[in-house]
């Protein structure tokens, strides 16, 4: 995650991946892009996430960490994809924010700041 991510941003991020109970969370503690980058698992879990979600959340943060540098972003209409129009809608939105995705096994899509 990048420092100037806001709490808002980080909440939308949430939202957007249908954790609406942590992002509502996440805004009530206050976390922003700067936080969110320190994250663990049990961080993951304060917000009310279950331990898979959390571990893979925790994960996708620990790797944009690790490669920030190397990792490919995704840009719109050169990826073919089934995805849902909520879905592209999901993945424009979070490209206008700077975010990189990750797709993480069949059919979940995960965003890192």
Request: charge should be neutral; proline fraction near 2%.
């Amino acid at each position: 995650p990048k420092e100037h991510h806001t709490v808002e941003e980080v909440a939308i991020w949430l939202a957007n991946m249908g954790y609406v109970d942590a992002a509502s969370r996440a805004r009530s503690e206050e976390i922003d892009g700067e936080i969110l980058a320190s994250f663990s698992v049990q961080d993951f879990r304060k917000l009310g996430l279950k331990l898979g979600i959390a571990t893979k959340l925790a994960a996708c943060v620990r790797k944009n960490q690790a490669d920030r540098m190397g990792e490919v972003s995704f840009k719109p209409g050169n990826v073919e994809s089934s995805l849902t129009l909520g879905a592209e809608r999901t993945l424009y939105a979070a490209q206008q924010m700077g975010w990189n995705i990750m797709f993480v096994g069949t059919g979940l899509m995960m965003a890192t700041m």
